[in-house]
C-alpha cells in the first residue's frame, strides 16, 4: 500500500469566483452556499476529499474584499488564516475575468506555495482558453501549476485532484476517511437557509442576516429544524417575510428541498425572524453569534 498523504488546501478568490461551487463539486454533495451575488461566503468551511491514498481537506474561504464593516473584517480574517495554514494555495481566477484579481493576490506574498485554478471555462471557447493560459505565462515562476475546470461538468475532477497530490505531503490522515466535512450539521443547514434568502432577496438584506439553528429534532421518519433568522433592522424583517408571510414561505421550502436532498430524510422547518440592531457591526452580538 502506499504510504498516506493527507494536507490543507485553501480555496481562495475574489467574491464570486467559484469557491464554494468548486467544494459542492469535488465532493458531489451541496455542503457549501453558493450564490450569483458576491459575498456570500462568510465562515471558512470544508471539504474532505479522498483520492487513492490522499485525503485533501479543502478550506473554502470568504472572498477576499475590503471593506469597513466588522463583519467584513471578519471574513478577511479568516481568509488570511485559511492561507497561513495551507499545504497549497488554490487561487480561483474566472477564465472570464481579468487577472487583475491574481495581481493582487501576489502583491499579498502569499506563504505558501500556490495553483491557479481558472474557473466557469463553460463560459468560453477553446480558442479564448488559449489566450488565457498565454495571460498567465509572464507569472509562471510564481505558479506551480495551471488547471482549467468547469464545476458545470463532471469531468475533470480526477486529473484536478492527480495534480494537487503533487503537493501534498506524506502524513496520516487527519480525518476519518468517511466524513466528507468536519462541520456541523446545523452549521450546513443554516447555509443552506442563508443560499436561499440569498436567492430570494436583494439589496442588503442577504448581507444583513444571521441564521440560527434553534433545535433539531430527530425522529425516525422526519427530521425538524427550527431556525431563525436575525435581520439589522425592523423594515428587513417585513421584507423577509414578505406580503403575507409569501417570502419567508418560499425561503423555506427551498431550503427544505436541499437539505432534504442532503440528508435523504423527510424535512420540516420551520423559520422565524428576529431584528437585532446594526448585529453586523456590533462587536458583542458579532461575538455571541461566533464570529469574532
Ligand atoms: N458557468 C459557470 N458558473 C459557475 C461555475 N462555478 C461557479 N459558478 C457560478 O458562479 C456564482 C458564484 O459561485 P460561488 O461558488 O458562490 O462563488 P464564491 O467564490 O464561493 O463566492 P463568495 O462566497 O461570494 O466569495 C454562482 O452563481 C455559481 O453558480 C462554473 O464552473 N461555470
Ligand atoms: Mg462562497
Redesign the pocket.
Known sequence: MNEQKAGFIAVI?K???????LLNWLLDEKIAM???K????RKRANAIVMHESTQFIFV?T??IHESEKLLNKFMLDETLKAMSDADLILF?SPATDSLQSYRDFLSKEPKAPHAVLL??C??ITNKRLLEKLSEFEPYQSNFKAIIP????HAKGKKYLLEELQKFIPEHPYFYDPELISTQMMREIYAEQIREAVFEFVSDEVPYSSHVLIDKIEEGEKLEKIYATIVVEKENQKNILIGQGGSVIKKIGIQSRKTIEKLTNKKIFIKISVNSSKNWTKNEKILTKLGYL
Request: charged share 25%; glycine share 12%; no cysteine.
Open positions: 478568490g467574491p464570486n469566483a467559484g469557491k464554494s461551487s453558493v450564490s450569483k458576491a459575498n456570500a461566503t473554502d470568504p472572498g480561483l474557473t466557469k463553460d463560459k475546470i468547469s464545476t458545470k
